[in-house]
């Protein structure tokens, strides 16, 4: 059988320094799904031009610092269903990339009746992906077993509803084990 090098869509690699593991192939297909990449298909190139991506360049942020995304905000996006799917594919691409999870919990939170901003804001997460493939988690070979945990929270920050929005991440020596 051999060493495992992908699971669930997770492509793991091993080496004396520790484990890898990124979902770097399922963000792609994410990617040329929506058109984000140079892709060959037909679809893809559609839906570049349809939304004005055709030569999308990466972005630096997965969203603007301070952005507060309100429900009763502009127009509603004409496709709810594309939204939810993408936001559905973002939320596992959290399994690895714990960079994503606050934006994509503030995304998350339009399901029902998302906006054009709100999907604005999704197409920038997934511009960002497209220059961060390669990032995943790192599990060094380290035998240091400290248990550290940090916690952040804001106090109503949501527009809508005030409620109050929290996080946290819990290392076993500088592994990342737990975060939301």
């Not at 004409?78 to 714990?98: A, E, I, S």
């Not at 992906?129 to 035998?143: E, N, R, W």
Request: proline letters at 6%; a positive charge; one cysteine or more.
């Amino acid at each position: 059988m051999g060493p495992l090098r992908y699971f669930l869509g997770m492509e793991i690699g091993r080496s004396k320094a520790g484990i890898q593991i990124c979902q770097r192939k399922y963000a792609l297909d994410v990617l040329s799904k929506i058109g984000l990449l140079a892709a060959k298909r037909k679809y893809a190139l559609d839906v570049l031009s349809k939304i004005g991506l055709l030569a999308a360049k990466p972005s630096p942020l997965p969203m603007e610092p301070n952005n507060k995304l309100k429900k009763d905000e502009g127009n509603f996006f004409h496709d709810p269903t594309l939204y939810r799917k993408l936001v559905g594919k973002l939320l596992y691409l959290t399994n690895t990339r714990p960079d994503l999870s606050y934006s994509v919990n503030l995304l998350s939170q339009f399901m029902g009746n998302p906006r054009i901003l709100n999907y604005d804001a999704v197409i920038k997460v997934l511009k960002y992906i497209k220059g961060t493939l390669g990032q995943g988690i790192f599990l060094p070979a380290s035998l240091n077993l400290e248990l550290v945990a940090y916690a952040d929270a804001n106090w109503a920050n949501c527009p809508d509803t005030r409620r109050s929005t929290i996080g946290f991440c819990v290392f076993i020596g500088t592994f990342l084990i737990s975060w939301k």
